[in-house]
């Protein structure tokens, strides 16, 4: 976890709200992926960004976006917030080309 | 895409005594394979990876197996002690892509 922070670690909303969470990775790291945790699950990937392109995409619908910036950091937007949005949010960062990723300690999303 | 089962889901032993968790993968073109470790409150944790090229990794009391012809890979624990108690992860991908496909989780519990 020491290679990533993310915020907020728990947020509550209510359905049709929108949401943004926010990854800051420590320097070295120049790839943000974005994965969903539903309770008892394992992570489901998102999406993937670097160089501030989203470069892969997992089975999600475009109300989940996201966004790279300069000093790498990453957001992930969702919007129309659905019951099912309810999980743990969790960034990995990592450096393009290699496969080791470091996850956050992630945000917990309740939809109400 | 690819599909990754885990099995089990839960398992408990003896302090001191070995754990196995078995995964199988169902993509021929998947050749990295990591293990993470989840813990209350915590992103997932790598705790060890193959590639396909070799069949067995060792890291102290941690050692993985590769079959890829049974497209299968197991994780294994000696000597398991009270820290080890936490969820652990499977996952499979193509080696320098980070959109990782996880297995469900097994919850390991160490009996004091």
């Known amino acids: 976890d020491a290679g990533v922070t993310q915020s907020p670690t728990h947020l509550i909303k209510t359905r049709g709200q929108q949401v943004t969470l926010r990854c800051s990775p420590k320097?070295?790291?120049?790839?943000v992926s974005w994965y969903q945790q539903a309770l008892g699950q394992g992570p489901q990937f998102i999406f993937q960004?670097?160089?501030?392109?989203?470069?892969q995409r997992g089975n999600f619908p475009d109300r989940f976006s996201g966004h790279q910036f300069p000093n790498y950091s990453s957001e992930l937007n969702v919007n129309a917030l659905l019951l099912g949005d309810s999980a743990l949010y969790l960034c990995?960062?990592?450096?393009?080309?290699?496969?080791?990723?470091?996850f956050g300690a992630g945000s917990r999303l309740t939809v109400l | 895409g690819e599909n990754v089962e885990q099995h089990p889901s839960t398992l408990s032993v003896q302090e001191g005594d070995s754990a196995v968790i078995k995964c199988t993968y169902s993509?021929?073109?998947?050749?990295?394979f990591p293990w993470y470790k989840q813990e209350l409150g915590k992103g997932p944790q790598l705790i060890i990876d193959?590639?396909?090229?070799?069949g067995e990794k060792k890291d102290q009391r941690i050692a993985v197996t590769l079959n890829k012809t049974a497209k299968h890979f197991s994780l294994h624990i000696t000597e398991t002690q009270p820290e080890d108690s936490a969820v652990y992860f499977c996952?499979?991908?193509?080696?320098?892509?980070?959109?990782?496909?996880f297995g469900t989780g097994t919850r390991l519990t160490i009996i004091p």
């Open positions: 990995a960062v990592g450096q393009a080309g290699a496969n080791v990723l470091t």
């Open positions: 320097s070295g790291h120049d790839t």
């Open positions: 960004y670097y160089e501030e392109e989203e470069r």
């Open positions: 993509d021929s073109a998947s050749n990295y």
């Open positions: 193959i590639r396909s090229n070799v």
């Open positions: 996952a499979a991908t193509v080696f320098g892509n980070e959109k990782l496909t």
